[in-house]
């Protein structure tokens, strides 16, 4: 029993892949779309594409319908190329979409002269092209992780950050540079600007991909036990044998704003101290 929304191509399919639980081990199972239970409606989407709502009501499996592989790493590596593939979609709409928009304003002109001579149509199409170099090189990194056999989970989240995050600036510009034109849906334009939209929160959106890049982040540093300076970012291992060989109970202390509070709560006590820093 559960449903999904928005499976693309579920309109030409036979048969989808779907994470099962079954006891306490997580799986696979292929499930025909003609089988009792499923239910596969069809919708149009912000992009104009058709994609399925599926529902399964009581859905019977059976140990052939399951892969052999762990569900979690199917899911893991598949969800993982899936967004990379993502990442490559939306560069190849963007990098169309300014190629238009600069074609566009090189040839309209107003008040005598074309548009791209204007500061402010410049600094756009500048900013527009920046960040396509970040979507290209964090996804080209992540694929490369990927390629090589790494662990790619940060890679693959800021490729997915950048592509969601700055594919949408991109969209947005190439489309208000276009002024009306822009809004005319006889123009190509516009279907790039809602291709990118829709793209971008695909398989997680530029929010849910920062927090998940976050989280391995916070896990790495936990995990090596390691001390990171936040003015030049040395990192040492620490080390929590004393010379005795006995475990110390260590007290930290530096010029960082919490021991600075700590020093002037004792000078100043029944004073009420606050911290105002770029942490906060």
């Known amino acids: 029993v559960g449903s999904e929304m928005c499976i693309r191509d579920s309109n030409i399919s036979n048969a989808v892949l779907v994470p099962v639980t079954i006891g306490e081990n997580q799986r696979v199972a292929i499930i025909s779309l003609e089988k009792k239970g499923v239910q596969n409606k069809i919708v149009e989407t912000t992009n104009l594409e058709l994609y399925g709502n599926l529902a399964f009501d009581a859905v019977e499996l059976s140990e052939e319908d399951l892969l052999d592989e762990k569900g979690e790493i199917i899911f893991h590596e598949v969800s993982q190329r899936a967004k990379v593939g993502i990442c490559a979609m939306v560069l190849g709409c963007c990098e169309e979409a300014l190629t238009m928009t600069a074609q566009h304003v090189s040839e309209r002109e107003q008040f005598g002269r074309p548009l791209s001579t204007n500061q402010g149509v410049a600094l756009q199409a500048a900013d527009a092209h920046i960040d396509i170099d970040g979507i290209k090189v964090t996804q080209l990194q992540a694929a490369w992780q990927i390629d090589e056999g790494l662990e790619c989970s940060k890679a693959v989240s800021v490729a997915k950050w950048w592509a969601s995050e700055a594919g949408q600036r991109i969209v947005v510009a190439t489309q208000h ?38 989280k391995l982040i916070t896990e790495e540093a936990l995990n090596k036990n390691n001390l990171i300076c936040h003015y030049c970012g040395f990192k040492s291992q620490l080390k929590r044998d004393c010379k005795k060989g006995d475990n110390c109970e260590f007290v930290f202390s530096g010029p960082g704003v919490e021991r600075i509070s700590e020093e002037v709560k004792r000078k100043f006590p029944g004073k009420k101290i606050d911290i105002f820093s770029s942490d906060t």
């Open 177 to 214: 540079l276009h002024g009306g034109t822009g809004a005319d849906t006889t123009h190509p334009i516009h279907r790039y600007f809602l291709w990118v939209i829709q793209l971008a929160d695909t398989l997680d959106g530029a929010g849910k991909s920062l927090n998940a890049l976050g």
